[in-house]
Nanobody
Framework: QVQLVESGGGLVQPGGSLRLSCAASRSIFRMGWSRQAPGKQRELVAFITKSGSTNYADSVKGRFTISRDNAKNMLYLQMNNLKPEDTAVYYC?????????WGQGTQVTVSS
């Protein structure tokens, strides 16, 4: 069983920045961030392999950066130039043992 706890969400103005963190009980496999806005399906934001290869949704390329610290079992998402459409609950996940484990989510609200 993998346990994941997100932090770092909050209210930010358009154009602002936030850094999300995810503390994992272990970080062995591919990890990533997804988000779910009200009334919409959960969508992939970015993922990173253990070796550091990354992939981003087109909507966040150039604005968001995913990173991980395997020694500390931590996953991060640096979000810059935030837009109102980035408002959502952000979830970290880890793919392990043919399953996907999820954190409880952290709210990000982008509004003036």
């Amino acid at each position: 069983q993998v346990q994941l706890v997100e932090s770092g969400g909050g209210l930010v103005q358009p154009g602002g920045s936030l850094r999300l963190s995810c503390a994992a009980s272990r970080s062995i496999f591919r990890m990533g961030w997804s988000r779910q806005a009200p009334g919409k399906q959960r969508e992939l934001v970015a993922f990173i392999t253990k070796s550091g290869s990354t992939n981003y949704a087109d909507s966040v390329k150039g604005r968001f950066t995913i990173s991980r610290d395997n020694a500390k079992n931590m996953l991060y998402l640096q979000m810059n130039n935030l837009k109102p459409e980035d408002t959502a609950v952000y979830y970290c996940y880890e793919d392990a043992n043919l399953s996907r484990y999820w954190g409880q989510g952290t709210q990000v609200t982008v509004s003036s």
